[in-house]
């Protein structure tokens, strides 16, 4: 019974349905690589998912090359490769620095940056504003005593 | 006066939203312009003995259309395939994924503005050429390069603005 559920558990599970049947099982390190690859790499037909999320056809024939180029001792920079050389760096979710992509990478650094100085300016400014004076006991107490 | 500079980058935000908003994001550069067409051997859908290579798309220039009988789109463009063909554009089709039967009896019943189909059953080749949804059309110059991509269908605009110069200067 234990065993069925947990054999009902492993089919059921969005993991399973991830993975392709595929020819060539892999070693355990290689299973590894295939899922960091996997999850790494865009679908170009649902764009926000990644080819391992994605029920997509390409997806699926994605995942299969990948599989199939980790079976046959490819390193994952080549794997990679074969990706953008065909759908471009639009499939890496972390694309490489370029002329292209280097506002996405400092982007976020300038806008940081920026935002510092202008605090430490806001802040400076607001030290130097000229203090009210402080008051004059002596003065409050005849303005009290007029009152009275 | 102090509102200068926070209303200038509002305005330049808007701009760069604007921008934004305009462009498609379903439309992925394809990084094989300017490379020469992936090496591929297909069988052709009417005699799957013969097979077809990038070596028989050179000497001319050549819209290589990614098409498939399951696909809406290609139905879509159709008529302007069948238009440019009636004036002498040569169109190579590779049928993506499909049953060559059901490939057959689509163009019968369409028309056929290919003057070659070959099939790509598993996709693979469609793989090599970046293809990730039919219909798509790429643009060969007379060596083999590909000069242009169309994602989904062929339109007049695409063919007017695009194709018709590339064809002009390269033919």
Redesign the interface.
């Known amino acids: 019974m234990i065993a069925m559920l947990a054999a009902a558990v492993v089919l059921f599970s969005p993991l399973v349905w991830s993975m392709t049947p595929h020819a060539e099982a892999l070693t355990a390190a290689q299973e590894a690589r295939y899922r960091t690859l996997i999850h790494e790499l865009r679908c170009?037909?649902c764009?926000n998912q990644t080819i391992a999320d994605s029920n997509a056809?390409?997806a699926t024939?994605?995942r299969e090359?990948v599989h199939q180029r980790i079976a046959a001792g490819q390193s994952d920079d080549q794997i990679r490769r074969y990706v953008?050389?065909?759908?471009?760096?639009?499939v890496l979710y972390k694309p490489p620095m370029s002329a292209r992509t280097v506002l996405l990478w400092v982007g976020p650094f300038v806008l940081l940056l920026g935002a510092l100085l202008f605090a430490v300016r806001f802040v400076r400014r607001r030290q130097t504003l000229p203090v009210a004076a402080t008051a004059d006991p002596d003065r409050l107490r005849r303005l009290l005593d007029e009152e009275r | 006066m102090r509102y200068v500079v926070p209303v200038a980058l509002l305005l330049g935000l808007l701009v760069l939203l604007a921008l934004g908003l305009r462009q498609d994001p379903s439309l992925v550069p394809s990084p094989l312009i300017g490379k020469p067409a992936p090496e591929f051997t297909l069988p052709m859908l009417e005699d799957a003995e013969q097979t077809l290579t990038p070596a028989a798309l050179t000497g001319r220039p050549v819209l290589v259309n990614f098409f498939a009988s399951w696909c809406a789109g290609c139905q879509v463009e159709h008529p302007l395939l069948m238009r440019l063909a009636g004036e002498g554009v040569e169109i190579v089709g590779l049928d993506y994924k499909d049953e060559p039967q059901a490939a057959r009896r689509w163009l019968q019943r369409h028309g056929n503005p290919y003057r070659i189909v070959a099939q790509d059953r598993d996709g693979l080749a469609g793989l090599d050429w970046g293809v990730y949804g039919v219909p798509e059309t790429y643009v060969l110059d007379a060596d083999g390069t590909i000069v242009y991509k169309q994602v989904g269908p062929l339109t007049e605009r695409a063919w007017e603005q695009h194709i018709r110069p590339l064809l002009g200067r390269t033919s």
């Open positions: 170009l037909v764009q056809d390409l024939d994605l090359q953008t050389d065909r759908y471009g760096d639009f």
